[in-house]
């Protein structure tokens, strides 16, 4: 059974920095994409960042320049790393995965429907 278990989330000050991890078992899609995605009180969730097998990424534009996100295929591990945080940067923030077709060109993160497996979040608090 496929399952993505986040950690790292913290509290920290505006300007600071924080790297969420997010492990995963039990994939099985052949060719994949993973993402960070995450929800703040009261909104949608939105997609943060993506990488597809290549390595090839993708952002959002509140975070491009500040977030970079990596894997490191041997530990099975999804990584977020985060710079010069501000308080609207305050969310759960959520690890997905799913499949894509051969040959699959990632060009955007995706909505939350375009992902199937999912972790259960870990929480960050930036204050002012």
């Known amino acids: 059974q496929a399952q993505l278990v986040e950690s790292g989330g913290a509290s920290v000050q505006t300007g600071g920095s924080l790297r969420l991890s997010c492990a995963a078992s039990?994939?099985?899609?052949?060719?994949?994409?993973m993402a960070w995605f995450r929800q703040a009180p009261g909104q949608e969730r939105e997609g943060v960042a993506a990488i597809d097998m290549e390595g090839n990424t993708a952002y959002a534009d509140s975070v491009k320049g500040r977030f970079t996100i990596s894997k490191d295929n041997a530990k099975k591990a999804l990584y977020l790393q985060m710079k010069n945080l501000r308080p609207e940067d305050t969310a759960i923030y959520y690890c997905a995965a799913d499949s894509r077709p051969e040959g699959w060109v990632l060009w955007r993160v995706g909505t939350e429907n375009e992902y199937r497996t999912w972790g259960q979040g870990t929480q960050v608090t930036v204050s002012s």
């Open positions: 039990g994939l099985t899609y052949r060719y994949y994409q």
